[in-house]
């Protein structure tokens, strides 16, 4: 993906830098609602049923506090990444059992390819740094957890 | 140190179920085992203990890996970890 992609994947609408709520299922939705404001998602109902299934085949609280909910879905026309963060943490099901305070979601059309999976290893690669994480942590501004994305994804 | 190169057969790749159930069987042994695509170097294998290391491979269906196992239960880990890759993903 090039700047523009990417820029356009990770809109700063899609950026919440303000608490989420505590539970897992409720982030998952919140994540998704940035989304539906943001006006990416034609079918809100659907996304969700396919983020939900993804979760139950095996949670993406992948640890080190990260959780990246992800699915390919016919309720987005275009790739949609979202993100906010948590400083009280909250219970991904990750098999570290650390709770999750960094959360990404991925969504991509049903047609394309790989897409989601390649966003989602190239930032787990990136996440997998203590430095990544902390800088995420520490944004003041939503335009700048974008550009540490965008930087990191790229 | 015990090594091996094994192809991964569940179609979707190291994601998801097979991901998850690799990290899980990794840290059932006695053993520091870490893991790569084929050809990479030691210093840049990452730890099978870890869900978002794996993830981070981005491994598809059909490639190759090399796992490195270290620890009294090495060779049993190594077998296990090939075991599970060998399988599809409906049987798993």
């Known amino acids: 993906m090039n700047e523009t992609e990417l820029k ?12 989420p709520p505590a539970e ?6 919140h994540l998704l609602d940035l989304a539906v404001e943001a006006g990416r998602v034609s079918d809100r109902e659907q996304a969700l049923a396919d983020l939900l299934a993804r979760e139950e085949e095996s949670t993406t609280g992948v640890g080190m506090g990260i959780g990246i909910p992800h699915a390919k879905t016919a309720g987005v026309a275009e ?5 906010t ?14 709770p999750a305070t960094l959360f990404f979601m991925i969504l991509v059309p049903e047609a394309s390819s790989d897409d989601h ?8 690669r990136s996440l997998v740094h203590e430095e990544t994480r902390e800088k995420l942590h520490a944004a003041e501004t939503s335009e700048r957890v974008q550009e540490i994305i965008i930087a990191e994804v790229a | 140190m015990p090594e091996r190169v094994v192809e991964v057969v569940p179609e979707e790749g190291l994601h998801a179920r097979p991901a998850s159930l690799f990290v899980e069987t990794a840290n059932e042994y006695d053993a520091e085992v870490s893991v790569g695509p084929e050809g990479t170097a030691d ?21 190759k890996l090399r796992i490195v196992a270290e620890g009294a ?18 049987e798993l």
């Open chain 1, 79 to 83: 790739p949609t990444l979202a993100f």
């Open chain 2, 43 to 63: 210093d840049d294998l990452v730890s099978a203990s870890s869900m978002l290391a794996v993830t981070g491979l981005g491994v598809a269906g059909g490639e």
């Open chain 1, 117 to 124: 999976l390649q966003i989602l290893s190239s930032l787990s």
């Open chain 1, 8 to 19: 356009e994947l990770i809109d700063v609408e899609l950026i919440s830098l303000d608490e």
């Open chain 2, 73 to 90: 239960d090495a060779a049993a880990a190594l077998d296990a970890l090939e075991e599970l890759l060998s399988t599809p993903e409906d």
């Open chain 1, 85 to 98: 963060r948590s400083s009280e943490g909250v219970d991904f099901g990750a098999m570290d059992d650390e």
């Open chain 1, 24 to 29: 897992k299922e409720a982030v998952i939705e």
